[in-house]
């Protein structure tokens, strides 16, 4: 890999395309679910051999409950598989876990085995993985200015003390970089809900594979049109 390459430190995916995937090659598109969660696994240890210090991913948005009972199952099961049985990989490989979205809505077993799997790896010091389950942006702000109203309405802070490092602290990615690259995958070009405030000053990059076919050499090309980008932050060029 070319030593001169700068590698972002957060990295965030929209895995789009998994459906397609599989209807091109007249499966069902849960196969192609199937598969897009072992690109996950792969393009994680690939980041990670990269240097990219956290992952985020977009596993399942709010507005997923829409889709067939079947498909919603399917990711679900799939999600529990990941959870109940990635802490060995995880030890081994200094993985820290975190799961942003209001984890309220999922089963039971799958809210108990994300806070197992996330206390099991608080103190690994690896890359930080964060999976976006029922994740919405929208949900996610209304979330954080809630607690922030709470606060006020019992006194504990004034409304001049509502700044944009207090949402960020209370935000699911509290203590994370924001992102300094969001992928997308699979033709699409829209942010869809995810990640909205802190990608404010994210590199947006869209490719047309599908993420079940996304690999290694496609992560190290968004990484470099990341690096052919000018990251001004609203200032000027100097
Ligand atoms: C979008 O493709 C993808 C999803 C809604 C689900 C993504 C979830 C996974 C890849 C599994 C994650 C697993 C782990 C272990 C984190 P789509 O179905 O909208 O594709 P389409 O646009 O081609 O229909």
Redesign the pocket.
């Known amino acids: 890999m070319d030593k001169e390459r700068r590698i972002p430190v957060h990295v965030a995916i929209i895995?789009?395309?998994?459906?397609?995937?599989a209807k091109r090659r007249g499966l069902p598109?849960t196969v192609?679910?199937t598969q897009?969660?072992r690109t996950?696994e792969q393009i994680l240890e690939d980041a990670d051999h990269m240097g990219i210090r956290y992952l985020t991913?977009y596993?399942?948005s709010t507005e997923?409950w829409s889709r067939p009972d079947t498909e919603v199952k399917a990711?679900m099961n799939?999600?529990r598989t990941?959870m109940k049985t990635s802490l060995a990989k995880c030890a081994r490989n200094n993985v820290r876990i975190r799961v942003l979205g209001d984890k309220s809505r999922l089963d039971k077993d799958l809210q108990v085995a994300i806070a197992n799997l996330e206390r099991d790896t608080a103190s690994n010091t690896g890359i930080g993985f964060q999976?976006a389950i029922n994740y919405g942006s929208r949900d996610e702000i209304v979330r954080a200015l809630r607690s922030a109203a709470e606060k006020v309405a019992d006194g504990s802070i004034q409304p001049s003390e509502i700044t944009e490092s207090l949402i960020s602290d209370n935000l699911d990615t509290r203590g994370i970089p924001d992102p300094d690259l969001l992928i997308r995958t699979?033709g699409e070009q829209r942010i869809s809900n995810f990640l909205l405030w802190q990608t404010a000053y994210a590199e947006l990059y869209f490719c047309d594979t599908a993420?079940p076919d996304f690999k290694k050499e496609d992560l190290e090309k968004a990484v470099d049109a990341y690096n052919n980008r000018e990251r001004r932050y609203g200032g000027l060029i100097s």
């Open positions: 895995m789009d395309g998994n459906g397609r995937w598109r192609g679910h897009g969660a996950v991913v596993a399942f997923n990711l799939l999600l990941y999976i699979g993420w």
